[in-house]
């Protein structure tokens, strides 16, 4: 592989680049790159979304290069105000650390341990003491912050930004300082961020990394951000058939996306799946299909592919039940003077996220007990045990 052709596949998919050339010159000094990415571990799961730059941050791996994976345990108790329009609910810190055992065994799904540097802001975040703090501050103005498109909004809105989410910038900027990173890989949506990053390195004597962004995968919805707080979100650990059937709800518009960022399919492919898509009609359906294979063997295997594929046709095209449905036993706990709670029972199956997301479910005629729609919240002991429940279009449990 050329020098030319090394630099074509770590460019691949990249939305924004600052600086291409300074990249060149970096990779031509012949060393391993401190390549750095912070997630701030804010939910159980890892998403095709994180996995986005994930990915890319395996592509620096694969050539030679160091990945530091910053875990966010201190900046995600601040709250990443990136393209919110109002203050986010700050976390505990015994909240965020069982957020980062859940996903640091994820990451690994993706990333290399044998070039894999993986670090805690707190680290160096949490010892500072206010005349530190004060150092960091005086790098950055108002006027400079009040550039982003989120912070000028609500700036001219009359909506309350907080002075801690002005800090959240120049925290994760002060993660690259403190790595001594020569590429720093996000969203498009975290491009300031980053160039706070390079600011900040070239006022404590560091050469400013290169940023680079790779563009956000819309959810399930197809509008929003993929994001676990919106339920629209594909997990990459997610039983095979229901990845599956997951990926066959997007809308056809997101087929070629989906291929190109959640995919390691080569640009020929994706672009053929994403004509066919745009086609519309059997040949979309059939782009879908390949892309979904394509997710599901990236992650499961062939053999896992092509089971969820057949699940997928037996649940829906031949109206059956699908095979191996977990049986288990009613629980006392959710019983009440003969009546089933089933907002405690569904989230305690884990069939729903929480008693909240249960009741929505149920409201929107979600809930199914042997094919019937559940209207109610309480139902008859008599109407549960022994029945099959079906929550969304893929998760069933039998009662026994």
Same mark, same amino acid.
């Given at each position: 592989?050329?020098?030319?052709?090394?630099?074509?596949?770590?460019?691949?998919?990249? =939305?924004?680049?600052?600086? =291409? =050339?300074?990249l060149?010159?970096?990779?031509? =000094?012949?060393?391993?790159?401190?390549?750095?990415?912070?997630?701030?571990?804010?939910?159980?799961?890892?998403?095709l979304?994180?996995?986005?730059?994930?990915?890319?941050?395996?592509?620096?791996?694969?050539?030679?290069?160091?990945?530091?994976?910053?875990?966010?345990?201190f900046?995600?108790?601040?709250?990443?105000?990136?393209?919110?329009?109002?203050?986010?609910?700050?976390?505990?810190?015994?909240?965020?650390?069982g957020?980062?055992?859940?996903?640091l065994?994820?990451?690994?799904d993706?990333?290399?341990?044998?070039?894999?540097e @993986?670090?805690?802001?707190?680290?160096?975040?949490?010892?500072?003491?206010l005349?530190?703090?004060?150092?960091?501050?005086?790098?950055?103005?108002?006027?400079?912050?009040?550039?982003?498109?989120?912070?000028?909004?609500?700036?001219?809105?009359?909506?309350?930004?907080?002075?801690?989410?002005f800090m959240?910038?120049?925290a994760?900027?002060?993660?690259?300082?403190?790595?001594?990173? #020569?590429v720093?890989?996000?969203?498009?949506?975290?491009?300031?961020?980053?160039?706070?990053g390079?600011?900040?390195q070239?006022?404590?004597?560091?050469?400013?990394q290169?940023?680079?962004?790779?563009?956000?995968?819309?959810?399930l919805?197809? @509008?929003?951000?993929?994001?676990?707080?919106?339920?629209?979100?594909v997990?990459?650990r997610?039983?095979p058939?229901e990845?599956?059937?997951?990926?066959?709800?997007?809308?056809?518009?997101?087929?070629?996306?989906?291929?190109s960022?959640?995919?390691?399919?080569?640009?020929?492919?994706?672009?053929?799946?994403?004509?066919?898509a745009?086609?519309?009609?059997?040949?979309?359906?059939?782009?879908?299909?390949?892309?979904g294979r394509? @997710?599901?063997?990236?992650?499961?295997?062939?053999?896992a592919?092509?089971g969820?594929?057949?699940?997928?046709?037996?649940?829906?095209?031949?109206?059956?039940?699908p095979?191996?449905?977990?049986?288990?036993?009613?629980p006392? #706990? @959710?019983?009440s003077?003969?009546v089933?709670?089933?907002?405690?029972?569904?989230?305690?199956?884990?069939?729903?996220?929480?008693?909240?997301?249960?009741?929505?479910?149920?409201?929107?005629?979600?809930?199914?007990i042997?094919?019937?729609r559940?209207?109610?919240?309480?139902?008859?002991?008599?109407?549960?045990r022994?029945?099959?429940?079906?929550?969304?279009?893929?998760r069933?449990?039998?009662?026994?």
């Amino acid at each position: 592989m050329t020098a030319d052709d090394g630099l074509a596949r770590l460019l691949r998919r990249a =939305e924004h680049v600052v600086r =291409e =050339e300074d990249l060149r010159e970096r990779l031509a =000094e012949g060393r391993p790159l401190r390549v750095k990415l912070g997630l701030d571990p804010t939910a159980k799961d890892v998403t095709l979304g994180w996995a986005v730059p994930l990915r890319k941050l395996r592509d620096f791996q694969d050539a030679g290069h160091t990945a530091v994976l910053i875990v966010g345990d201190f900046t995600a108790r601040i709250g990443d105000p990136s393209g919110k329009s109002e203050t986010r609910k700050q976390l505990s810190a015994d909240e965020v650390r069982g957020y980062a055992d859940a996903v640091l065994d994820q990451f690994k799904d993706i990333l290399s341990e044998e070039n894999l540097e @993986v670090r805690y802001n707190s680290e160096w975040l949490e010892p500072m003491d206010l005349s530190d703090i004060l150092r960091l501050t005086s790098h950055y103005t108002v006027a400079q912050m009040l550039e982003r498109d989120d912070f000028s909004k609500r700036f001219g809105d009359n909506r309350p930004i907080s002075l801690i989410e002005f800090m959240y910038p120049l925290a994760q900027g002060y993660d690259s300082v403190a790595v001594e990173a #020569d590429v720093e890989l996000g969203g498009t949506d975290q491009l300031f961020n980053l160039l706070v990053g390079r600011d900040l390195q070239r006022a404590y004597g560091q050469r400013p990394q290169i940023a680079m962004t790779m563009p956000l995968l819309e959810g399930l919805d197809g @509008v929003q951000k993929m994001s676990q707080s919106l339920d629209n979100y594909v997990g990459i650990r997610e039983e095979p058939a229901e990845m599956f059937g997951k990926l066959m709800s997007i809308p056809d518009e997101l087929v070629g996306k989906y291929a190109s960022l959640a995919t390691e399919l080569p640009g020929s492919e994706v672009d053929a799946l994403a004509g066919a898509a745009a086609a519309g009609g059997p040949e979309a359906g059939r782009a879908k299909r390949a892309m979904g294979r394509a @997710v599901v063997e990236l992650y499961h295997g062939a053999e896992a592919a092509a089971g969820a594929e057949a699940a997928f046709d037996r649940q829906f095209r031949e109206r059956k039940e699908p095979e191996d449905v977990p049986e288990v036993a009613l629980p006392d #706990d @959710v019983i009440s003077n003969g009546v089933v709670s089933m907002p405690k029972l569904l989230a305690g199956m884990g069939l729903a996220s929480s008693r909240g997301e249960a009741r929505r479910l149920i409201a929107q005629g979600g809930v199914r007990i042997d094919g019937d729609r559940v209207a109610d919240e309480e139902v008859p002991v008599e109407r549960v045990r022994g029945t099959l429940v079906q929550v969304g279009r893929r998760r069933f449990v039998r009662i026994g």
